[in-house]
């Protein structure tokens, strides 16, 4: 693929410089840019819907390993990072005058140069998208499965990969939906529910209380295992904060001019969705953890069973915010790929064929993935290291330092390093030890049980 430099753009835009242009390139693909109508609170419930997901729920989980001191630490930190790297996103977004940067794809390739920049940018995000959609699956699909136990508790018993299939089958239809404006309601929908079924976790936790000797005790194993346990604990708290991934396509969603720049209702909207995320991540997480000790699973909802009503609605707020969750990584997906078959083979790219059979592939590969390879908690790990620190911890840093060029040793600079070494570090850590960890899991799972 091929785009116009900056200063061609800007040679576009500068006989009107009064409001930003669409880019006559790959960006406007069968002569469609993206959809300017949006509104700031489409950024804070897509936002949401992006964030508070599946990891929320196996942050008790991952407090197992870290314990109370160092989980808390790491929690905060990690929503104040990823808070100020959305800051730096959003106000990158139109870094350039007359240009939007739709894509964080295009992004990095304005800062690190057409070619180097689809390396660095585009892998990192793509393992983000398609990681979380695989984890959706195995969310949807285990949640399903116990929302039928608690209220059908005389049915047959079928098997977890029939569920994850079920839940699978819905996305054949629904990725048929054209763009992101088109999943608005499926992902206000789920932002509702996530807010719901977090709500839902720590006040039944909560309501629970303590579970009979529990021990706040770090996890018996030994010691090497520990270890990878603990930085796949890290990746799992990083795998809560991935809307950096999808960051810039929902800003593409909103109208800019010079005197309503698009990075003002964005932010406005980021500051609540964070709002929203403290008021999810920290009640699970703290609760949780107090509430079962170091026996907590890696799904908290699964370890509560009273009032079963409750907890069965939970279940089902779940898949009703990991439908919209999906659909909402899985659209920019679908754009570039059709965008890139359209523009190798010359086709129309909004054809309906076209759209059918990549959609239902990509779904096809999901749906494998997630029932070949069912560990929840394994997998939050090992996305979260190998894609989502990257995406959300450190590449905004280094894009800011690159365009921005603070002055060295200021306070800019000083913040982007640490997010930067913080990030690599996670990356590494949790990476190695997810991998690790599935491979071990593995050796003694039955496939497709």
Not at 12 to 36: L, Y
Not at 224 to 238: K, S
Not at 398 to 426: D, E, T, Y
Request: aromatic letters at 14%.
């Amino acid at each position: 693929m091929c785009f116009a430099s900056v200063a061609e753009r800007k040679k576009m835009v500068s006989s009107t410089p009064q409001q930003p242009k669409e880019i006559p390139s790959d960006e406007t693909w069968a002569g469609k840019g993206p959809s300017r109508q949006g509104k700031w609170w489409y950024s804070t419930f897509h936002s949401v819907t992006a964030m508070v997901g599946a990891g929320v729920l196996s942050l008790p989980y991952a407090m197992a390993y870290l314990g109370w001191g160092p989980g808390t630490l790491i929690l905060a930190l990690s929503w104040c990072i990823t808070l100020n790297t959305m800051w730096q996103m959003i106000q990158l977004h139109e870094i350039e005058p007359g240009v939007r940067f739709d894509r964080y794809y295009d992004l990095g390739r304005h800062a690190f140069g057409p070619t180097l920049g689809a390396w660095i940018v585009l892998p990192q995000q793509l393992i983000v998208q398609v990681g979380c959609d695989i984890v959706y699956m195995v969310t949807g699909g285990k949640c399903l499965k116990k929302f039928m136990e608690i209220a059908c508790s005389n049915c047959t018993p079928i098997r977890q990969s029939y569920w994850i299939c079920i839940f699978g089958g819905l996305h054949f239809f629904l990725s048929q939906l054209p763009d992101f404006n088109s999943v608005s309601g499926a992902s206000l929908a789920a932002a509702i529910m996530s807010l719901s079924y977090s709500t839902i976790a720590w006040v039944g936790s909560l309501s629970h209380g303590q579970v009979p000797n529990v021990s706040y005790a770090y996890k018996k194993t030994s010691s090497i295992d520990y270890m990878f346990r603990v930085f796949n604990a890290l990746g799992q708290v990083t795998f809560a904060y991935a809307g950096h991934a999808v960051v810039l396509e929902i800003q593409a969603t909103i109208p800019s001019t010079p005197e309503k720049p698009s990075k003002v209702p964005m932010w406005k909207g980021a500051v609540w969705a964070y709002f929203i995320n403290g008021i999810c991540y920290f009640p699970v997480a703290l609760i949780g953890y107090w509430a079962f000790g170091q026996d907590v699973t890696d799904n908290v909802l699964v370890a509560l069973q009273k009032p079963a009503w409750l907890i069965a609605s939970a279940n089902l707020m779940v898949v009703v915010h990991v439908i919209g969750s999906y659909q909402v990584y899985a659209m920019p997906v679908f754009d570039l790929v059709e965008r890139t078959i359209s523009k190798r083979y010359n086709i129309i790219s909004s054809g309906i064929v076209l759209r059918l059979i990549v959609r239902s592939a990509y779904v096809a590969f999901t749906l494998f993935i997630g029932v070949t390879f069912p560990f929840f908690g394994d997998l939050l790990g090992f996305f979260g290291g190998f894609g989502f620190a990257p995406t959300s911890y450190f590449l905004p840093s280094i894009i800011w330092l690159k365009l921005k060029k603070p002055q060295r040793f200021s306070r800019s600079w000083i913040i982007n390093w640490a997010c930067i070494v913080v990030g690599v570090f996670i990356m590494l850590a949790s990476t190695i030890s997810g991998l690790r960890n599935i491979i071990t899991d593995a050796s003694t799972y039955e496939f497709y049980s």
